[in-house]
């Protein structure tokens, strides 16, 4: 088993890197050398083997890029303990990684011993704020770095909540230390099945947080009273609303590292090369305004 524990000897990712998610369909393009892409973010319940193919590709991944580990299975919002063999299984592969970057999702998926394949929204309330914050000191303790926390795309809101989503985000980074990941994407798609505004939420998000931005596309349904619902697909590219708001938000905060996620319906891995050379082309016109910056 191959076990990386410094950064030291593999690349790393500073805040002016674009990336994507890693597929495994596009391997031979990606080991190809005729890319621009300087990272890529696996999920890590894909690699909760001991072996096979998926840790050989895995391994030379590693050994060549920047590498993220964006976990979609704590269930870190949920009402019981986190899963402590999930838990264990995500300590031994960011031991045996070392990932630039961790992230896991504001939601809760599990309920008891059943498992949910969805990530759900909860309410913004005191008790809400201390169950997350524990969740994530556990977390935070046995991966023995900072996590990502990040924001949700949601569809309803809750009556119980006594405050917003970027003041209970607030809340949580004071009481854990762990950091921000900002899906642009998610913003975009939650204001406008809200009817409130993303550029009003961006303008209260704590950014001097966020370690890791994430743009996505979204598909648009109609309603029958004909409002519009946009349902976070990762189905499609970028829409131009969401890029307007990303440009915006890295000329005010500076780069940080954004990766393009494209999950359902992936094209060949040179259209999501384009679309990572596109942020790469916004993040390159702030960059020498920063150094390197890195959430460990």
Not at 231 to 236: G, Q
């Amino acid at each position: 088993m191959s076990a990386y524990h410094t950064t030291a000897s593999v690349p790393m990712i500073t805040d002016a890197d674009a990336g994507v998610g890693f597929k495994h369909a596009h391997a031979e393009a990606v080991f190809g050398d005729d890319h621009a892409v300087r990272w890529f973010e696996v999920h890590p319940e894909n690699y909760m083997g001991a072996g096979g193919m998926p840790h050989r590709l895995l391994t030379d991944l590693r050994e060549r890029f920047g590498l993220s580990l964006h976990g979609v299975g704590l269930s870190i919002g949920g009402e019981g303990r986190l899963d402590a063999d999930h838990l264990a299984r995500l300590v031994a592969l960011n031991e045996r990684y070392a990932p630039d970057l961790f992230s896991e999702h504001l939601a809760w998926s599990s309920h008891d011993e059943s498992y949910l394949n969805d990530l759900l929204p909860l309410p913004y309330t005191p008790q809400t704020v201390a169950k997350v914050a524990d969740h994530i000191d556990e977390v935070q303790s046995a991966l023995g770095r900072t996590i990502l926390l990040e924001n949700p795309s949601t569809y309803v809101v809750f009556e119980q909540s006594e405050m917003s989503e970027t003041d209970f985000l607030r809340e949580i980074v004071r009481r854990t230390g762990c950091g921000l990941l900002l899906d642009v994407n998610n913003v975009f798609v939650s204001a406008t099945n809200h009817g409130t505004s993303a550029q009003a939420y961006l303008d209260a998000f704590p950014t001097a947080s966020v370690g890791e931005i994430h743009l996505a596309g979204h598909a648009s349904v109609t309603l029958s009273d004909g409002a519009p619902l946009l349902i976070d697909a990762h189905d499609r590219a970028v829409a131009d609303p969401v890029w307007d708001l990303y440009e915006n938000l890295i000329a005010r905060i500076g780069p940080r590292p954004t990766l393009v996620e494209w999950d359902n319906d992936v094209p060949a891995f040179d259209v999501l090369a384009g679309e990572v050379a596109r942020a790469q082309a916004v993040l390159d016109t702030q960059s020498p305004l920063l150094g390197r910056r890195h959430v460990a």
